[in-house]
Structure formats: structure tokens, C-alpha cells
Nanobody, 120 residues
Framework: VQLQASGGGLVQAGGSLRLSCTAA????????LGWFRQAPGKERVFVAA????????VYADSVKGRFTISRDNKSNTIYLQMNSLKPEDTAVYYC??????????????WGQGTLVTVSS
């Protein structure tokens, strides 16, 4: 499985960005896909996940109400719409896929990171 992420950049606090991750290499009907992030000097943490089969979603408390994850089955792409961004959202964001749990309990595949920087 190959995961190609894009969409990071520099934005002011309160602004928006949309990340994309295109998956290739397998059928994903039973997969969970989503995003983790790693801020400088901190561990990588879960952000959001979507079940490929039925579109169920789950979010970290820190992003609920601000971020929305979605999927496009036709293009094998997931999106992370990030609104009301805060400086503490600054991190490298990683796309991930899990063949066993839709909520990304233990991802099997990782994409390259994309940097999101939120200025105050």
C-alpha cells in the first residue's frame, strides 16, 4: 500500500487548510484510513480516522468540531479539512492505513508527512 499525502503549508491562526491522501496498491473495503500528527519534540498522536466501508469517523478531542475527515471511494482519497486552526495544530501530519481496525489502533502503512504550520 502506498499513501501519498499533500496539502500542508503555512496559514495564520483561524485559517483553514485541506490535506489529501491518495491510497494505492490494494482494495480498501475493510481498511481504516486517517491522520496522525507529530509536533516538534513530541510523540506522534492520532488525529482522525474514517472507515473505508461505511464512512464512520472518529476524532481526537483536540480537533473535534474543527477538523472533518472524509473519503472519496472513486479516487481512493481521504481528506482532512482543518478549520479554525490554532498554533498548537502545527505539526507534521501523516496519513495512515490500518487493515485491522477502522479507527487506526495500529496502522500498517504510513505515508510521508506533510508539514502544517500555523502562525499566531
Amino acid at each position: 500500500v502506498q499513501l501519498q499525502a499533500s496539502g500542508g503549508g503555512l496559514v495564520q491562526a483561524g485559517g483553514s487548510l485541506r490535506l489529501s491522501c491518495t491510497a494505492a496498491g490494494r482494495t480498501f473495503s475493510r481498511y481504516g484510513l486517517g491522520w496522525f500528527r507529530q509536533a516538534p519534540g513530541k510523540e506522534r498522536v492520532f488525529v482522525a480516522a474514517v472507515a473505508w466501508s461505511d464512512g464512520s469517523t472518529v476524532y481526537a478531542d483536540s480537533v473535534k468540531g474543527r477538523f472533518t475527515i472524509s473519503r472519496d471511494n472513486k479516487s481512493n482519497t481521504i481528506y482532512l479539512q482543518m478549520n479554525s486552526l490554532k498554533p498548537e495544530d502545527t505539526a507534521v501530519y501523516y496519513c495512515a492505513a490500518d487493515a485491522s481496525s477502522w479507527y487506526l489502533a495500529s496502522p500498517d502503512y504510513w505515508g510521508q508527512g506533510t508539514l502544517v504550520t500555523v502562525s499566531s
